[in-house]
């Protein structure tokens, strides 16, 4: 790119957006939140980064689906996040609507329950995002802004975050960007079929006169999938009648009235919207609703336990499956009530669906202002590791819980800080330097542990390592001198770690 068009990155914006909002699913990491104070560093870092032959560092860890199995995540280290952030903010304009802006899940789900068309089909792309060919993003990308330096550049970006031209980093709004752009070129095709669709992310609704036009609704989607790289999902895919879709809706709106309607009155006074795919969350609840509305969701719980006593997540009835739905909305309630919900239904939850780890720790961290249950988070963390299930993601979660948490003089607290402890070893960076973060808060780390953590690092977490030390304070002199002296970023960290 030229200097011109470089001026034209906003750089210091896309800083600021970095270190001000965590990862899509993710607590505000360590190797971000250390540089707090690091802006012109970060800035200048990724107009390095800007070079086409500047090494990326990137790390793949893994995160729990909405059932079973693991979808891999690609994470570039935070300079060059920056830098991606600018290049797409830099064309946002000429972009593809944003198809997960407000709004666009519900229009998503009247589009089939509102059908006077008989049939639906339901398409969903495969691990879209890893599959993406850098080469068609660019074609697209060129007849979009008419910019070679900006389609070139963010092609050189993704090259080097990749292995075989292919894929996009995930947890970032960039990438949701850009795969909307090259899902659009699917939507195009099916238009051109003269057909009504209706996208959000890489989830497609097109309705169909007959049976035989929708299984060639199927059959054609995949065919020019396939041209793009890209495969359906069998699970997800297929045809269901509109009625259907009415009758599901129906039914979802009679669970939640049976709930609700012990304040009927309530349901004019507050809003329940569903912002992903099947969460549910509350946008304002006036005062005097509030005990009405706790109970409604005491009894979610009550009624979820005992539709899943005994029952494997394979045998689970529709009415558990509706009603599990329902429980991150109930811990949002409740997260701020006097009785503490029990145990046995995080790790219950967490056991069928490991992604509810998130929703689990910010339901404890959202209480840590206004309770003291230290003991009692203590043990819940124990609990939730010693269940097992646990990736990558779901450590860094329960590292940052960790490290909010104040010391206790209980086995459960000792047990989960020689945990935390052998996270260090890990073989995710991220990870590594969550434990490293939580250990040096309570004067676990080691020079011996430091010496393994600062040879297992890269521009992911070096810093991060850095921010550990200064926070400990009382490592070997020759280790505190080693990060601080390795460049403006670790000194940076290191300072930001004294201070907290």
């Known amino acids: 790119m030229t200097n011109s068009d470089l001026q034209n990155l906003n750089i210091p914006k896309a800083v600021r957006t970095v270190l001000g909002k965590p990862l899509d699913r993710l607590p505000a990491l360590i190797t971000d939140r250390s540089l707090a104070n690091s802006h012109k560093t970060l800035t200048s870092l990724a107009e390095i980064a800007l070079t086409p032959n500047a090494a990326i560092s990137v790390e793949t860890i893994t995160m729990p ?68 060919d850098h080469e068609i993003l660019h074609r697209e990308l060129l007849m979009r ?60 609704r097109i309705r169909a006169e007959n049976w035989e036009t929708a299984n060639g609704v199927i059959e ?43 304040a009927k009155s309530r349901l004019t006074l507050f809003q329940l919207v569903q912002r992903d795919y099947d969460d549910v969350e509350v946008v304002e609840i006036l005062p005097d609703d509030e005990k009405a509305l706790k109970e409604s969701m005491r009894r979610i719980i009550a009624d979820w336990k005992a539709s899943i006593a005994g029952r494997q997540p394979d045998m689970e009835t529709g009415k558990a499956t509706e009603l599990r739905r329902m429980l991150p ?31 689990v720790c910010k339901y404890v961290l959202n209480r840590m202002d206004s309770f003291s249950e230290t003991e009692d988070n203590w043990s819940l963390v124990r609990r939730i590791i010693e269940a097992g299930r646990i990736g990558p993601s779901g450590r860094i979660w329960l590292l940052h819980v960790t490290g909010k948490l104040p010391r206790a003089s209980s086995a459960d607290c000792d047990w989960v800080l020689e945990w935390a402890a052998e996270q260090c070893t890990d073989r995710h960076e991220m990870v590594r330097a969550e434990a490293a973060w939580v250990s040096a808060k309570f004067g676990a780390l080691t020079d011996d542990m430091t010496v393994d953590l600062l040879k297992a690092s890269t521009t992911i977490s070096e810093h991060a390592i850095a921010a550990a030390i200064g926070r400990q304070g009382d490592l070997n002199a020759s280790l505190r001198k080693s990060v601080t002296s390795a460049g403006p970023l670790n000194r940076e960290a290191f300072s930001w770690g004294e201070q907290n």
Not at 176 to 194: C, H, P, T
Request: charged share 35%; glycine share 2%; hydrophobic share 40%.
């Open 220 to 262: 054609y989607a995949a065919e020019y999938a396939r041209e793009l790289g890209l495969i359906l999902s069998s699970d997800k895919t297929g045809i269901i009648r509109a009625e259907a879709h009415r009758a599901r809706a129906k039914n979802r709106d009679l669970l939640e009235k049976k709930y609700f309607d012990s």
């Open 65 to 132: 689906k909405k059932k079973f199995g693991h979808r891999p995540i690609v994470i570039p280290d935070v300079a060059s996040r920056c830098l991606y952030v600018a290049l797409v903010d830099s064309i946002d304009k000429q972009l593809e609507p944003d198809s997960r802006s407000e709004g666009n899940w519900t229009a998503f789900e009247k589009f089939a329950e509102d059908s006077p068309i008989e049939y639906i089909v339901d398409i969903d792309i495969a691990a879209c995002y890893e599959f993406i």
């Open 329 to 359: 909305l109930a811990f949002t309630v409740l997260q701020k009530d006097d009785r503490r919900i029990e145990p046995d239904v995080f790790t219950n939850l967490i056991f069928r669906e490991p992604v509810r780890l998130e929703r």
């Open 145 to 204: 802004t008419m910019d070679h330096s900006k389609a070139d550049a963010i092609r050189s970006f993704l090259r080097r975050c990749s292995f075989n031209g292919r894929g996009l980093p995930q947890l970032s709004t960039p990438s949701d960007r850009l795969a909307d752009l090259y899902l659009s070129v699917l939507e195009r095709q099916l238009l051109r079929r003269k057909l009504p669709v209706v996208r959000y992310a890489d989830d497609f």
